[in-house]
């Protein structure tokens, strides 16, 4: 087998539901559905509902006392692969999810000695829900502001399920999950993997 497909790799997938633990969340199933298509290609983690933790609104990296971002951080540093999964409200990502990216914006101001973002070579991938249209649109604004931070994205990087228009079933209240998002989970799975472990061995050019 190719050392390629071996090399272990660590994900963290970062759950934006507006609803602390222990109330089910749809986005917390599909992200933990996703890190089990990750673990199918060895890859192992933890996932994290960022609505547990007081992450502090800013654009730096620590905003003081109290702020639980740090360890948040130093968790997505320490890992290959960023699962970012959001709620669809209004049409857009969540509060939290965009909090997130707040936060991940002092990443363009860290490098390492040769100029590189540290979150270079670290691969994120998406998963959104709702009920309403807009997975795309979601997940466009995400990949943008991901990639804008230092992260790289593959083919297929995000997974989605959307009901029917004005109607109040959420993902989690399904009797199974879709083939259609099965299918596109495994995907995702698969080449975000991929890519991680092609940038472990092959870094980014100094900049």
């Given amino acids: 087998m190719d050392t390629n497909e071996t090399t272990p790799l660590r994900a963290v997938a970062l759950v934006c539901t507006l609803s602390p633990s222990p109330k089910p969340s749809s986005s917390q199933l599909l992200a933990e559905q996703a890190m089990a298509a990750l673990a199918e290609h060895g890859v192992t983690g933890k996932v994290i509902r960022v609505a547990d933790h007081d992450v502090k609104p800013g654009v730096e990296a620590d905003m003081g006392d109290g702020d639980a971002w740090p360890e ?16 669809i ?58 990639n804008d931070v230092g992260f790289s994205l593959a083919p297929g990087a995000v997974t989605y399920w959307v009901g029917e228009a004005m109607q109040g079933t959420d993902y989690q209240d399904l009797d199974k999950t879709p083939d259609a998002t099965r299918s596109t989970t495994a995907t995702l799975a698969a080449n975000t993997a991929h890519l991680a472990r092609l940038l472990k061995r092959a870094a980014f050019p100094a900049s």
């Fill in 89 to 146: 409200w209004l049409g857009h990502a969540s509060s939290i999810a965009q909090r997130v990216l707040e936060r991940l914006d002092a990443e363009i101001s860290e490098t390492d000695d040769e100029g590189r973002l540290l979150t270079y070579g670290k691969v994120a991938g998406v998963c959104v829900v709702g009920n309403e249209d807009g997975a795309h649109k979601v997940s466009a604004d995400l990949f943008q502001g991901l």
């Fill in 72 to 87: 948040i951080r130093q968790v997505i540093l320490g890992a290959d692969i960023l699962i970012l999964s959001t709620p």
